[in-house]
C-alpha cells in the first residue's frame, strides 16, 4: 500500500516572473485556491497520508498555507465566517506533512533523493506541485492501480501533439501489455515530432520502488549540470520492468501561462456559482 508521496517544490518559477519573485508558482490560485492544494487533495483521494514538500527559502509561503493561521481562525470565528473557519482549518488536516529543504544539484531528481531517508524501504509516489489533473478517478489512484498488478515503478502518461514532442519527455513503449498500460525499453527526452518514438508523454507524476534511489546517486548530471528523474528511471529500465499508466482525465501545466489561465477557465465553468457568469464573459469578450 502506498501512502506517502513526494512533491517538488523548489524551482523559481521563472516563466512567472515578476509575480514569483515573492510569491513561489506553485501558490498562484485557480480561482480561489493554490495550485498545490489541487495536488496535495489529489493525493489524499488516492490513499496518500504523508507528504513530503521539498522546498527551498523561498518557499515559505507553501509551508504556511498547510499550517495553522491561529489569528485567521480567530478573526473568521468573531465574524461568524464558519464555513471560510472550516474551509480555512482543513487545509492542515489533509495529511501529515513534512518539509524537507532541497540540498544539491538543480534538477528534478534532487529533491528525490533529499527524501530518501523518511521513505525508507517502501514504494512512494511523485508528483510535480503544478500540475494538476482532474477526472473521475484521481490520476495517481489509477497509477496505484496499476503498480499493485505489475510491482513496477509505473509512469503517468498522457496523449500529445507534435509540439508536445518538443516539451515532454515521450515514452518509447516495447508492448501495450493492456489497453491503456505498457511496458516500457524507454524515454526521449524532448525528441521532436520526427524523432518521437510514440504520441505519449511523461508528466509530473510518478509511482517509485526505493532502488530508484541506488540510482539516482550513479546518475551522470545533464544538460545545465542538472539531475533529470526521467534519466535514472532509463536506468533503472536496465534492471527491471518499467510501466506507463496512459491517464484518463484532463490535464494542465499550470507552470505555463497557457496553462494556468486554461485551468482557472475550465474549473470556472465547471463551478455552479460561477459557471453562468463565465459563460457570460466569454460571450462578450467575443
Do not use: C
Not at 37 to 54: C, K, P, R, W
Amino acid at each position: 500500500m502506498i501512502t506517502k508521496a513526494v512533491l517538488p517544490v523548489a524551482g523559481f518559477g521563472t516563466r512567472f516572473l515578476p509575480a514569483t519573485k515573492a510569491m513561489p508558482k506553485e501558490m498562484l490560485p485557480i480561482i480561489d485556491k493554490p495550485v498545490i492544494q489541487y495536488v496535495v487533495e489529489e493525493a489524499v483521494a488516492s490513499g496518500i497520508t504523508e507528504i513530503f514538500l521539498v522546498t527551498s527559502s523561498a518557499k515559505r509561503a507553501v509551508e504556511d498555507h498547510f499550517d495553522d493561521n491561529h489569528e485567521l481562525e480567530s478573526w473568521l470565528k468573531r465574524q461568524k465566517k464558519f464555513r471560510a473557519l472550516e474551509q480555512i482549518k482543513n487545509i492542515g488536516r489533509l495529511a501529515r506533512f513534512v518539509y524537507v529543504r532541497q540540498k544539491g544539484p538543480y534538477g528534478n531528481a534532487t529533491p528525490i533523493q533529499n527524501v530518501r531517508h523518511l521513505i525508507g524501504d517502501e514504494p512512494f509516489a511523485v508528483l510535480f506541485g503544478d500540475e494538476v489533473m482532474t477526472g473521475r478517478v484521481p490520476r495517481l489512484a489509477q497509477m496505484i492501480k496499476t503498480f499493485e498488478k505489475y510491482g513496477d515503478p509505473v509512469l503517468g502518461v498522457i496523449p500529445t501533439d507534435a509540439e508536445g514532442t518538443e516539451k515532454y519527455g515521450i515514452i518509447d513503449p516495447a508492448a501495450e501489455v493492456e489497453k491503456g498500460v505498457f511496458q516500457l525499453k524507454g524515454v526521449v527526452e524532448k525528441p521532436g515530432p520526427k524523432k518521437a518514438p510514440s504520441k505519449y508523454a511523461s508528466i509530473g507524476s510518478y509511482v517509485l520502488t526505493p532502488d530508484i534511489f541506488e540510482v539516482i546517486s550513479k546518475t551522470k548530471k545533464g544538460h545545465g549540470g542538472e539531475m533529470v528523474l526521467l534519466d535514472a528511471i532509463f536506468l533503472l529500465m536496465k534492471k527491471r520492468p518499467v510501466y506507463a499508466k496512459l491517464l484518463e482525465g484532463e490535464y494542465f501545466d499550470t507552470g505555463s501561462k497557457i496553462g494556468w489561465l486554461e485551468a482557472n477557465l475550465r474549473f470556472a465553468l465547471n463551478r455552479p456559482d460561477l459557471k453562468d457568469d463565465m459563460r457570460a464573459l466569454l460571450k462578450r469578450l467575443k
